[in-house]
């Protein structure tokens, strides 16, 4: 079955990097684009970060553009997200998710953007 796998998370001070990754499995991971969500409690998941099945082209919101880069490794059924230049705000679980028939996700890993 598709499984997806998160790690990466933690505790990291403003202005600091923190990088993602997520290790898949169950599927034919090139062929499906994948994304990156987070949520903060009471609120709805936001995407943050999506790549084409190729890697190619990518796309963000303007809450995270300049300063998260989403990649993926076809090779290894990896794909990352890089953060940089992180704000409190940020702070959230962050899910991985394959657009599968379905959708399938990740259990999450928790960033936390603190002095």
């Known amino acids: 079955q598709v499984q997806l796998v998160e790690s990466g998370g933690g505790l990291v001070q403003p202005g600091g990097s923190l990088k993602l990754s997520c290790a898949a499995s169950?599927?034919?991971?090139?062929?499906?684009?994948m994304r990156w969500y987070r949520q903060t409690p009471g609120k709805e998941r936001e995407l943050v970060a999506s790549v084409t099945s190729s890697g190619v082209n990518t796309m963000y919101p303007d809450s995270v553009k300049g300063r998260f880069t989403i990649s993926r490794d076809n090779g290894k059924n990896m794909v990352y997200l890089q953060m940089t230049s992180l704000k409190p705000e940020d702070t959230a679980v962050y899910y991985c998710?394959?657009?599968?028939?379905?959708?399938?996700w990740g259990q999450g890993t928790q960033v936390t953007v603190s002095s």
């Open positions: 998710y394959a657009t599968v028939p379905r959708g399938a």
């Open positions: 169950g599927f034919t991971f090139s062929n499906y684009a």
